[in-house]
């Protein structure tokens, strides 16, 4: 904790360009007493960030969560307007970090078919549609809310730059499938540059010389590359 705590000092004083996080136990950080359910949300209160959001970048996928470490029972309830609408901008401001200036993002829906109109579900009508709606207007390219067992098969075709993910799960699974390996969690709306490597502490291996590091070893690639 203290060692995140100096990084982040530094950062800000500007002395040091960014971070990059290495796992931690999210179970180890409870047990110190404190409260986090994870770095992005430690960092996000280190800088005063109000907006921000965990993206996941590799050469074949990219997504960004709406919800982080939320409970899975609690994850409709935090699927608003106003949710969806800060995640897409954050999408957007994430893609022109990697260099991509005018985006094309799919919204994944939060039920099975995307709700089919509200037949399975009405987040997608009251909520992701509403917000769309108005990103739609501020000339952001989006487009959805599309099933989440099609929308990944499209962006792997390379039909989208981002995918806007409604949950963690719902991201994290075809992500990590494609890019487990290679994959780097970048948190974006920081008033700093953060990566990480997109897997946890692997204590299950730890000091056996198993650990594969390429995962790292692209997220200091990829800070270095931010600006």
């Given at each position: ?5 100096k ?7 500007l ?33 005063g960030?109000r ?6 970048v ?18 409709p309830k ?13 999408a ?30 009405k ?9 769309m ?13 599309y ?9 792997v ?12 799960d719902q ?6 499938m ?5 994959g ?6 920081l008033?700093?540059?953060r ?8 204590f ?24």
């Amino acid at each position: 904790m203290k060692y995140i705590q100096k990084a982040v000092e530094l950062t800000l004083e500007l002395e040091v360009d960014g971070i990059v996080t290495a796992p931690i136990s999210k179970k180890s950080l409870h047990m110190a007493g404190y409260a986090w359910p994870g770095h992005t949300e430690l960092l996000a209160e280190l800088t005063g960030a109000r907006e921000y959001a965990m993206m996941f970048v590799s050469r074949k996928i990219r997504v960004i969560l709406c919800t982080i470490h939320t409970p899975l029972k609690d994850v409709p309830k935090k699927i608003t307007k106003h949710t969806v609408l800060k995640t897409i901008r954050l999408a957007k401001k994430g893609a022109a970090l990697l260099g991509i200036k005018d985006p094309e993002i799919a919204v994944a829906g939060l039920n099975p078919h995307a709700g089919e109109s509200g037949v399975m579900g009405k987040e997608e009508v009251s909520s992701i549609i509403p917000a769309m709606k108005v990103v739609q207007r501020e000339g952001i390219k989006v487009s959805g809310p599309y099933p989440p067992d099609v929308v990944f098969h499209k962006a792997v075709n390379n039909e989208f730059d981002m995918v806007v993910c409604m949950y963690h799960d719902q991201g994290l699974i075809p992500f990590k499938m494609l890019a487990f390996e290679s994959g780097v969690n970048m948190t974006v709306g920081l008033p700093i540059i953060r990566t990480s490597p997109d897997h946890g502490t692997a204590f299950d291996i730890a000091w056996q010389n198993r650990a594969d590091p390429s995962s790292m070893i692209e997220a200091i690639k990829l800070a270095a590359k931010l600006e």
